[in-house]
């Protein structure tokens, strides 16, 4: 059976299904320009999967299979495969957001389709009501999910032994016309996009980190000033690493407090599966017909970190600066947006979709639709955060704020998290808070009332 093995969110050698199958195959890889069209030159993402792209190329060369890589629309890069070959199946992981069902239905008109789930622990229909609907509420999903996952195989896969289909696709290191499909050589520039320096951590190396900080993770992973996170979200993202790998990993641990990570790894899961099964979320309210107000000023404000709210600032940022944003501190930061600003959320879930490294589709989007209050969440409208007490409660001594925000260095911590100390004051070269919290909340709760 000749098969193409079509990595997207699988970017590794070890345990990856993708390469368990064997037989005849040829990996590809493809820059889809429907995607890089919309993405900015200096975009970091680019630069952090071409670096594991590299990396997959070598490692499968290793191996004697080579990495194809292809710059173009993905449609006409089959077309061109399939003039070499007549190919039996293309296999590749599930993706769950519009776009890619969509591209993955064109393709599958042209050659049969081959779904493996890797990209999260469960399919989609595998954690369902005893009626065989979807569960819409997160913790009778996870004691459902949690009960499965003690029986679940969740062992390595193994790389099979597989023969390259060889065909003399010649390599070409600059693009010739936008759309077109070209074969790449190895060259960042074929794509037209800058280079950009990342902290680039090998993920097994951040999960042996991570085995000594988890046994603090549940009571201080909403704390700014220390770092007990994981930090492997891009690389989950990416398939850089394997979910199930960092399952086993975890789970692996003996006399540790494992659990508040497995579960945050089964919401992950849990965002992906309502976006499955309830696609229109991912631009339609759920509940409640109050869509925010559009406000091109306020919401310029806000992208240039120019809020008056130090937290938000700082957050936003820190998003700018590294295309990551403390888990704590996006909640904070969506909750202002939706409630205190009452910008749409699908605006902020399109500006965090154009910086964050980790950008998921499923997260992202059920994300701000908690924050909204218009989720799935049985939690009402009327959870609003107050950006001031989160940072006292959660930046007391004000380290993360000032990291991003060097016109607050001179201030007294205290300050920071002070709305009326903020509104009173004149702060060189930092604005004032935009809006009044206690009144922005109040309003914007008498509107979704309404």
Known sequence: MKRILWFRRDLRLNDNPLLALGGEVLPIFIFDTDILAKLPKEDKRV??????????????????????????????????LLQKHDFDEVVAC?????????????????????YLEDTYIFKHNEVLK???????????????????????????SF??????????????????????????????????????ALNFTNPHAKLEIFKDKINNYKEQRDYLDVDVTSNLSADLRFGTIGVREVLR???????????????????????????????????????????GIEDEEK?????????????????????????????????????FF??????PWQW??????????????????????????????????????????????????????????IELWHVESKYLHDENYLLKSQIQGYPQPMVSHKQAAKEAIELFRN
């Not at 009960?147 to 679940?152: P, V």
């Open 47 to 80: 630069s952090f999967i071409f670096w594991h792209v590299e990396i997959l190329k070598k490692n499968l060369l290793a191996c004697g299979l080579e990495l194809k890589l292809f710059y173009g629309k993905p449609e006409d890069v089959f077309d061109l």
């Open 94 to 114: 599930g993706d769950y957001d519009a776009y890619a069902k969509a591209r993955d239905l064109k393709i599958s008109h042209k050659l049969h389709f081959r």
């Open 130 to 156: 005893e009626n065989g609907s979807a569960y819409l509420v997160f913790t009778p999903f996870y004691k459902k999910a949690r009960a499965i996952l003690e029986h679940k195989n969740i062992q390595e």
């Open 159 to 196: 790389l099979a032994e597989s023969q390259l289909i060889d065909e003399n696709y010649s390599g070409i290191t600059e693009v010739q016309k936008s759309g077109e499909v070209v074969v790449l050589a190895f060259a960042m520039e074929s794509l037209g996009f800058e280079s950009v």
């Open 249 to 291: 990993f975890v789970m692996e641990l003996k006399g540790q407090d494992i659990e508040p990570f497995i579960r945050q790894l089964l919401f992950r899961d849990f965002y992906a599966y309502l976006l499955f099964h309830m696609p229109r979320i991912e631009s339609e309210n759920y509940k409640y017909t109050f869509n």
């Open 299 to 335: 919401y310029a404000r806000f992208c240039e970190a120019k809020t008056g709210v130090p937290i938000v600032d700082a957050g936003v940022r820190e998003l700018l600066q590294t295309g990551n944003m403390h888990n704590r501190v996006r909640m904070v930061v969506a909750s």
């Open 338 to 343: 939706t409630k205190d600003l009452l910008l």
């Open 348 to 405: 902020g879930e399109k500006f965090f979709a154009q910086h964050l490294l980790d950008y998921d589709k499923a997260s992202n989007v059920l994300s701000w639709q908690w924050s909204a209050g218009t989720g799935v969440d049985p939690q009402p409208y009327f959870r609003v955060f107050n950006p001031y007490l989160q940072s006292k409660k959660f930046d007391k001594e004000g380290a993360y704020i000032k990291k991003y925000i």
